[in-house]
């Protein structure tokens, strides 16, 4: 009797071991799928173009190399994720958008850096901060189909007051037959628009001009 409970014991500890591998098998593969993302960029190729009468003013916009390392992973299709850098993708769009409508532009590191705003002789500082998100109606391909890219720029003066708070939304779509290798033209498009947006808003914003 002892060695019949012995045996049994024994297998139902084998049969449980093996139970519990195949579990963290399973929990290691599923976190793998979580963890892999498809690296995409979102920078803008079109951007705004230099304003034909532009105010004379001097602005600034505030990017840390922080700022520009910062990743982000949102939804692609068929269940993958895609990841991208926003800040760093945005710069050169938002950099454009207030070149069109200031005569200078210049970047400072924060906007209670006295020093390198007094440096820069900006009256404006731009500071912006993007959220977004992606999907893709398709079940058979990863590279998301619609890209929304939001953001918020608070405007501060030179002594750090603020004195506006812009919203600008930019939303692109694509089918897999535009993409051609550009798995991130959705997302470039978004930021495209969301750039277009930006000039406009200031454009109507009086405390800017």
Same mark, same amino acid.
């Given at each position: 009797m002892?060695?019949?409970?012995?045996? #049994?014991r024994g297998h139902f500890s084998i049969s449980g071991m093996a139970r519990?591998?195949?579990?963290?098998f399973c929990m290691a593969g599923a976190a793998l799928?979580?963890? #892999?993302?498809?690296?995409?960029s979102i920078e803008a190729k079109a951007v705004p173009e230099r304003g034909v009468q532009q105010l004379p003013?001097? $602005?600034a916009y505030v990017m840390t190399a922080a700022d520009r390392q910062k990743q982000v992973t949102t939804d692609g299709g068929g269940g993958d994720k895609v990841s991208y850098y926003p800040y760093r993708d945005f710069e050169r769009a938002l950099r454009a958008a207030l070149s069109a409508v200031y005569t200078d532009v210049s970047v400072v590191p924060s906007?209670?850096?006295?020093?390198?705003?007094?440096?820069?002789? !900006?009256t404006l500082i731009f500071v912006p901060e993007i959220s977004t998100t992606s999907y893709s109606s398709s079940v058979l391909t990863w590279p998301p189909t619609m890209f929304a890219f939001n953001v918020t720029v608070n405007v501060f003066? $030179?002594? $750090?007051?603020?004195? !506006?708070?812009?919203?600008?939304?930019?939303?692109?779509n694509a089918e897999w037959e535009e993409f051609k290798g550009d798995f991130g033209l959705a997302g470039r498009r978004a930021v495209e628009a969301a750039a277009k947006a930006l000039v406009e808003e200031i454009r109507r914003t009086e405390r800017l001009l």
């Open positions: 002892n060695f019949h409970s012995f045996q #049994c519990l591998i195949r579990i963290l799928l979580v963890a #892999c993302a498809h690296p995409i003013k001097k $602005a906007v209670s850096d006295v020093a390198a705003i007094r440096e820069s002789g !900006a003066d $030179a002594q $750090a007051t603020s004195i !506006a708070r812009l919203r600008v939304n930019g939303n692109g």
